[in-house]
């Protein structure tokens, strides 16, 4: 009985100081950006884990930078900017940098995609925005914020299950970063997008 109670309590022991690293970040972080579950769907158990976010320039020169990295080096990563670029320029980019093609989701007007190929683990967002400084009427509408993320070393779950994660995480930080950009004509994002089918 002794030896079930101290084993016991040494799992207990060992599970909260090695396993509870994310656990411990914010109910949301980077900047309140992201939901912390959003993260642990994606990332491994760890001792510890940091964040941070950062938010640089404006108008055409606008980022918005997140990062959270774990003691055993997983780390998730993303950056939202804001560029000159049609949907279709977005799309052929991708499909071409994975040598393979992507899945895609979208509502209204948000548009998501993910690599399929294994080796990466990469999701990317694509919303039009003309930014301050550029005069509406006189803007292309190729102008948007583009989100790319990624998940880097170890990650909790692979296939469709981590690319929606990587994708969910992708799409929070663009949320935030529609905010912090000051779109001209902003709109209300949707809440989530649709979820990815297995493949």
């Known amino acids: 009985m002794a030896l079930c109670l ?18 411990r970040l914010s109910e ?16 491994p158990d760890s001792r510890s884990a940091e964040q941070g ?31 000159d670029v049609s949907e279709r320029t977005w799309v052929d980019f991708y499909g071409s940098h994975a040598g393979t093609d992507v899945i895609r989701s979208s509502a209204d007007g948000v548009e998501a995609l993910a690599q399929l190929d294994n080796r990466h683990s990469t999701a990317s967002v694509y919303v039009p925005c003309v930014p301050r400084g550029v005069k509406a009427d ?13 998940a880097i070393g170890e990650t909790r779950s692979t296939g469709t ?23 001209q004509n902003a709109r209300a994002l949707p809440a989530g997008l649709p979820r990815y089918k297995a493949h």
Request: with cysteine.
């Open 6 to 23: 101290l084993t016991g309590g040494g799992w207990f022991g060992y599970e909260q100081v090695f396993t509870k690293g994310l656990d």
């Open 161 to 183: 299950s981590l690319r929606q994660a990587v994708t969910d995480f992708a799409y929070q930080l663009t949320r935030r970063a529609y905010e912090l950009g000051e779109c």
């Open 28 to 43: 949301k972080v980077c900047d309140d950006a992201v939901a912390r579950e959003t993260v642990i769907r994606a990332l």
């Open 53 to 83: 976010a950062r938010m640089n320039g404006s108008g055409t020169e606008f980022t918005f930078t997140c990062h959270i990295t774990t003691s055993g080096d997983s780390v998730l990563s993303g950056e939202a900017k804001i560029q």
């Open 138 to 150: 006189a803007a292309s509408e190729s102008y948007a914020l583009v989100t790319e993320a990624r």
